[in-house]
T-cell receptor, first 109, second 112 residues
Framework: EDQVTQSPEALRLQEGESSSLNCSYT??????LFWYRQDPGKGPEFLFT???AGEEKEKERLKATLTKKESFLHITAPKPEDSATYLC??????????FGQGTTLQVKP | DTEVTQTPKHLVMGMTNKKSLKCEQH?????MYWYKQKAKKPPELMFV???????INESVPSRFSPECPNSSLLNLHLHALQPEDSALYLC???????????FGDGTRLSIL
């Protein structure tokens, strides 16, 4: 069965304290892994797509990486405005998006 | 600003009312989706339209009725909803050929 697990569920960081979010997946025929950011009361905002092991994408303080079993979202020197829920999702042979439960990040000044 | 627009942003309705949620995208995407999201949970897929035809119905109760009038518009007709249907309803488009889905900001629905 296709499955996505994110850890930790919640993460509190001080401003400037770098860390990583994990997304482990089991899927039959990975077609893509997607990272989204969701602010309270808003829809998920697309961040990155990764398609194959070894691939990396960067945007400002965020860097996403992919292996055959997991993906990491690295946050370097985070700021309070990076506080949000980060969702990982995979697209399998069915074409559906399978979401993890999300990691809620709080960055304190 | 998102490229997928949903209206209304908020909706309060009684269990006997009939209302509709609307979604519009102008990105030329051929697939559109409805999701339901409860607090502190990920989005749950409800329906998928591909080339204006319903391709996936995730066993959603018949009190939810989707409609795709054209390639840019997606509606969700609501009738006789239950209090447990209160949630954020998200529309998305894209996802074709392994491309990402893009979400609107949703309609916050409250059933009295």
């Amino acid at each position: 069965e296709d499955q996505v697990t994110q850890s930790p569920e919640a993460l509190r960081l001080q401003e400037g304290e770098s860390s990583s979010l994990n997304c482990s997946y089991t899927v039959s025929g990975l077609r893509g892994l997607f990272w989204y950011r969701q602010d309270p009361g808003k829809g998920p905002e697309f961040l990155f797509t990764l398609y194959s092991a070894g691939e990396e994408k960067e945007k400002e303080r965020l860097k996403a990486t992919l292996t055959k079993k997991e993906s990491f979202l690295h946050i370097t020197a985070p700021k309070p405005e990076d506080s949000a829920t980060y969702l990982c999702a995979v697209s399998s042979n069915t074409g559906k998006l399978i979401f993890g439960q999300g990691t809620t990040l709080q960055v304190k000044p | 600003d998102t490229e997928v627009t949903q209206t209304p942003k908020h909706l309060v309705m009684g269990m006997t009312n009939k209302k509709s949620l609307k979604c519009e995208q102008h990105m030329g995407h051929r697939a559109m989706y409805w999701y339901k999201q409860k607090a502190k949970k990920p989005p749950e897929l409800m329906f998928v339209y591909s080339y204006e035809k319903l391709s996936i119905n995730e066993s959603v109760p018949s009190r939810f009725s989707p409609e795709c009038p054209n390639s840019s518009l997606l509606n969700l007709h609501l009738h006789a909803l239950q209090p447990e249907d209160s949630a954020l309803y998200l529309c998305a488009s894209g996802g074709w050929d392994n491309q990402p889905q893009h979400f609107g900001d949703g309609t916050r629905l409250s059933i009295l």
